[in-house]
């Protein structure tokens, strides 16, 4: 066997440990949990589905970022948990307020990342806080549609667009890449239509 050929299955082997050995355990946790009990034969069983299924119908590995800070981590959980507790309140006192809603807006938001992931987990991360969700994105362009409820004044709907700014570089500084995390001091494309 040649060197090349040896260094090419060592480089495919050490691909696999990388990315399906975790989506295989992973699948077979998910197995067990679905089925909610932790029997060799479940276990087993989620084994023999997790291969079939990474084998079958196998996806392109994932490029993350060897970047992650527990302190960082950590500051995003409470900022972003503040905002959802916040949001949480605000939209149950629009329901329950005798005016109702009067106004919402959608927002244009430019984001600074142009990494996939980091856009994808920024993105879900924006949309689990109460009163406003993700209507469209746009990788390319690096933006992201905001329904927002209850937006009545301006400072509304900017408070809007910061908070989900805030929560994007949240993300990066916690576990974005060096280019991404470079990227949060270059100024934003100018937003054109």
Do not use: E, I, K
């Given at each position: 066997?040649?060197?090349?050929?040896?260094?090419?299955?060592?480089?495919?082997?050490?691909?696999?440990?990388?990315?399906?050995?975790?989506?295989?355990?992973?699948?077979?946790?998910?197995?067990?949990?679905?089925?909610?009990?932790?029997?060799?034969?479940?276990?087993?069983?989620?084994?023999?589905?997790?291969?079939?299924?990474?084998?079958?119908?196998?996806?392109?590995?994932?490029?993350?970022?060897?970047?992650?800070?527990?302190?960082?981590v950590l500051r995003f959980l409470v900022v972003w948990a503040g905002y959802v507790v916040a949001a949480s309140f605000r939209v149950a006192w629009v329901a329950v307020r005798p005016r109702g809603v009067r106004t919402s807006s959608i927002v244009l938001v430019q984001l600074h990342t142009t990494s996939e992931m980091t856009f994808t987990l920024s993105t879900i991360a924006i949309s689990l806080v109460p009163g406003s969700y993700v209507i469209d994105e746009d990788l390319r362009r690096r933006r992201l549609l905001l329904h927002v409820l209850d937006t009545e004044r301006t400072d509304q709907v900017d408070h809007a667009r910061r908070e989900a700014m805030t929560i994007e570089a949240l993300v990066i500084r916690a576990i974005g890449s060096k280019q991404d995390v470079s990227e949060l001091s270059e100024p934003l494309p100018e937003v054109t239509r």
């Open positions: 066997m040649s060197d090349s050929r040896r260094y090419t299955n060592a480089r495919r082997m050490a691909l696999a440990w990388r990315y399906d050995v975790p989506l295989v355990a992973g699948l077979t946790v998910l197995w067990a949990l679905l089925w909610g009990n932790w029997t060799p034969l479940t276990l087993l069983c989620g084994l023999v589905v997790a291969l079939l299924v990474t084998q079958l119908l196998p996806l392109p590995p994932v490029p993350l970022s060897a970047r992650f800070s527990v302190l960082h």
